[in-house]
């Protein structure tokens, strides 16, 4: 769990690369007082051989459930609209014939906010953990006696019998998540942590008669003081609660957080319904209607910087990623696509290019990545256009925006736009077509990189200058957004730019042509040292799928019968039971000059696998 930022500001620990997968998470126990059994109604961590298991992925919600020695569990987990929470709704039911008397143990361990900093920085991390325990909730204030004003929260709607707040104290010494030593005993040790892996668990006892049922609501949130108001009393280190007792209140109790999941029902119902297809398949109308445009919004609000490869601790959000998402949640959320596209535009450069990532917490570009990925401002031009054709709201090109969120440096978006466009012409290679710089599209055809030595970063290290490697991708690409901004031109009134966009776009076809057309498909790049990339001549990597894409989709071809050669070649030679392949034949050894794409082994992610892009 986190707070906008994966990486800044994360709640809850994750392990990478662990063993057994996905260790740590939203732990709940059930232990049986009678006989001292005991299990998890989710099946992790104790991976307990369960009666009946479900477990149910909705729009915005998760839904698991279990049956074990006639003790029925179902917990419900969500994000109430609007708030910074998340709500575990655990539902229990007693199908024995004889009561059952049960202790329910909650677990999750917090991050030490920083996620970069908490899996690497233990000189300092041992020694700073933090916590409250007020009336029964956990509160969790690592490094709040200094420079933060946020604390993380834990609280849970029934009488305690008992908590902890260490993870040592909770796990005991040499036990793991499945088999925990306060569980085993059936009795919290009601530990408060200092310096040491802060951990929140809750002991709750019941009694359930057969046939009976009851519901206990947990809920783990995150909260911000003002900085002048961070304690009470403000000459005492204990956390200010004054704004964020009502709120715990109010979603503990059953009836509230019920209205809440109705409320986030009607949210996505609404969404969903903006835009409706009708086939003669139900497989087909489900797809496109929910799960497509489900995507869409969840990709748009993490663009892929939380992903599970991603991990969240480094990427932060993609300039090019977060253009590209906009194309497929703009109709279901135009307002926030509006200020997403001036967040974006605000991490451009004054010359037209941008920062490859930024951070969504900070809005801010991401100096690690820096820029030079070349195709990256010409998506902010297909971004905004999508946009517009959508909404008609022609006022955004005149919306004032920083570059590089630096005061003072507004200029209208419309100018972000051109210089976008410029960005492009300042750059073109030998050929006529458009430098690629770091990489384009395909992050990992590093042209420049020329790297020899372990550890350096593909995306990042550049050996040679970068005035020979041409892209016939951007080349596409960069007709298709001239041709945009044209459009835009003519309807925003700005008549004596149109021409100027119209011929570029003609200059570049003409260039694409004559210089990225290799016979039966379009070239994907000319390298470093002017040799084709993507050509029926080449011994490795002879058709790439992006330029096929790309090109005709600027029209490119149409008229002369190009473009469905390409497309009969993409059919021929890239087309899988599996789904389209990058590129055909795989490259077999790592080549110097093509950087990662041929560091991975044939059919490995980008040297031939398949990606969703093109699926």
Request: net charge negative; proline share 4%.
């Amino acid at each position: 769990s986190f707070y906008r930022d994966a990486r800044l500001r994360r709640l809850t620990r994750y392990r990478y690369n662990n063993v057994p997968a996905d260790d740590g998470g939203r732990y709940l126990y059930l232990r049986d007082d009678d006989t001292g059994a005991f299990w998890s109604p989710s099946w992790k961590p104790t991976r307990s051989a369960l009666e009946n298991y479900t477990c149910r992925h909705g729009l915005g919600y998760t839904i698991i459930g279990s049956t074990y020695r006639g003790i029925e569990a179902s917990t419900r987990y969500f994000v109430p609209l609007g708030q910074n929470l998340e709500i575990w709704q655990l539902t229990l039911t007693n199908r024995r014939l004889d009561s059952a008397n049960l202790a329910v143990f909650s677990f999750i361990e917090f991050n030490l906010w920083d996620a970069y900093d908490d899996m690497t920085n233990f000189q300092r991390n041992y020694s700073i953990g933090e916590v409250e325990v007020v009336d029964g909730v956990i509160y969790h204030k690592t490094e709040y006696r200094e420079r933060r004003d946020h604390f993380a929260y834990f609280a849970c709607s029934e009488k305690l019998a008992g908590f902890d707040t260490a993870r040592d104290a909770f796990l005991g010494p040499y036990r793991g998540f499945d088999n925990p030593q306060v569980v085993e005993r059936g009795e919290a040790s009601n530990s408060i942590a200092h310096g040491w892996a802060p951990v929140g668990s809750h002991h709750v006892q019941i009694v359930l008669q057969p046939g009976e049922t009851k519901q206990i609501v947990y809920v783990l949130g995150y909260h911000e003081n003002p900085r002048d108001q961070k304690f009470d009393p403000p000459d005492s280190q204990v956390i200010n609660k004054r704004t964020v007792r009502p709120i715990i209140t109010e979603y503990l109790q059953a009836e509230a957080a019920d209205r809440a999941f109705d409320a986030l029902r009607d949210y996505w119902n609404g969404l969903l319904n903006v835009f409706q297809v009708r086939s003669p398949d139900e497989h087909t109308n489900r797809m496109v209607n929910i799960w497509n445009a489900y995507q869409c919004m969840v990709t748009f609000n993490m663009s892929r910087s939380a992903s599970w490869y991603e991990s969240g601790i480094g990427r932060g959000m993609g300039f090019r990623d977060s253009n590209q998402d906009l194309l497929g949640f703009v109709h279901m959320v135009p307002a926030r696509a509006r200020e997403r596209l001036l967040d974006i535009a605000a991490t451009q450069f004054e010359n037209g290019g941008a920062y490859h990532q930024y951070q969504p917490l900070t809005k801010r570009g991401n100096h690690a990545a820096g820029s030079n990925f070349n195709d990256d401002p010409l998506w902010l031009i297909l971004a905004v256009a999508a946009y517009i054709k959508e909404t008609g709201d022609w006022a955004i090109l005149d919306e004032p925006v920083q570059f590089d969120n630096q005061p003072g440096s507004e200029k209208p978006l419309y100018e972000h736009l051109r210089r976008s466009i410029q960005y492009t012409l300042d750059r073109l290679g030998p050929h006529g077509l458009p430098l690629i710089g770091r990489a384009d599209w395909n992050d990992c055809l590093n042209l420049n990189t020329f790297s020899s030595e372990p550890g350096e970063s593909f995306q990042t290290t550049t050996h040679m200058d970068g005035k020979v490697a041409e892209s016939v991708f951007i080349g596409g690409m960069f007709v298709l957004a001239a041709k945009e901004m044209a459009a835009l031109a003519q309807r925003s009134g700005r008549h004596g730019e149109v021409l100027g966009y119209l011929d570029a776009a003609a200059q570049l076809e003409a260039t694409v042509r004559e210089h990225g057309w290799d016979g039966a498909w379009f070239l994907r790049a000319y390298d470093h040292f002017g040799h084709k990339v993507g050509s029926a001549s080449c011994a490795e990597g002879q058709i790439f799928i992006e330029p096929q894409g790309m090109c005709i989709m600027a029209g490119i071809g149409l008229d002369d019968g190009r473009a469905q050669q390409a497309l009969n070649a993409v059919r021929e030679r890239l087309a899988t039971p599996h789904g389209i392949v990058l590129q055909q034949p795989a490259y077999s050894r790592y080549y110097l000059h093509l950087g990662e794409i041929s560091s991975y082994p044939p059919g490995y992610k980008e040297n031939a696998g398949v990606f969703a892009h093109t699926n």
